[in-house]
């Protein structure tokens, strides 16, 4: 058997940035790809590359044994998949499209209700690094679909992991990096701002405070460990020592003209704990704030 013929059919619907990415990443592979998008004219270029175009997305399901969703919003998906009932039963369902826990959950069930079976896959990657090696992809869904269909899976991103039976949690984990990453991204903006004000080139800081910086995702498994065993008592760093060097950020901000909304949040979140009795405690000790909502 060659190559290709061991290769399932695969559709893929929605063809914008990230759709278009994934079905070239596959054709690249020699799979077999059917593809259908709303508007037609985004699937010349595939077709020129060997896609067939499908009429319909119940055409393009019906043509191939994965079917590859990824389009915009997760009520966009449910609504799609749903047109495409009928001819779902025995296929596996790939959806790729960014939503909610909840809404990916909703998907599974309608496909599975429907016969077929369901991956919902967290894509941590932008589209020009689809079908790199280092692209990773959170899974949530059908254990045997993902070990079925894994080497094709591992050409969207040599890094998919299934991360749980519940398509949800994916969705959760993606979630999670994007949270953390829109954090550390305000934080470090902030600071290029009291840099910049400073005449400081921020390339300048970023090389010589690299130890520093490259040491911070180390703090993680550290404070996952103090909040899954819920004890947060520390001999050092302890939340009443990062006080004062807040209040001196605050206070440099202030003289400098930099925006302090984003030090003042971080202020009060410390002061708050440290009144609560916790100024021994360690920052994860914050993570009880949070979650009161
Ligand atoms: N782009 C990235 O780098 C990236 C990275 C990670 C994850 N993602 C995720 O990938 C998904 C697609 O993103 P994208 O960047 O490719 O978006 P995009 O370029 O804006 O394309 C959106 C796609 O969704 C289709 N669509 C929107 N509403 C639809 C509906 N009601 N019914 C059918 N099709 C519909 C569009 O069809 P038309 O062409 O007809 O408008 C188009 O194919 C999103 O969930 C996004 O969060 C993207």
Known sequence: MSENAEKVAVAVLGLGE??????GALLDAGYQVTVWNRSKDKAEPLVAKGAHQAATPEAAVGAAEVVI???KGGAAATELLGTAGSVLPGR???????????QSRATGQLVTAHGADYLHGQIMTIAPAIGSPDAVVFYGGSTPAFDRHQALLRVLGGRATLVSPDPGESVLYGMAVHDIMWGLLNGFLHAAALLGNAGIQIGDFTKHAEPSLAALPSLFPMLADEIDRAEFATPYGALEHHLPS???LITESRARGID???PNHTRALVAEAINAGHSHDSYARLVQRFSRG
Not at 18 to 23: D, K, R, Y
Not at 92 to 102: A, I, P, Q
Request: proline share 0%.
């Open 18 to 23: 990230m759709g278009s990415a994934l079905a």
């Open 69 to 71: 969703v990824n389009v």
């Open 92 to 102: 596996t369902v790939v959806d790729l499209t960014d939503g909610t826990s909840e």
């Open 246 to 248: 807040i209040d001196d």
């Open 260 to 262: 302090t909304n984003l």
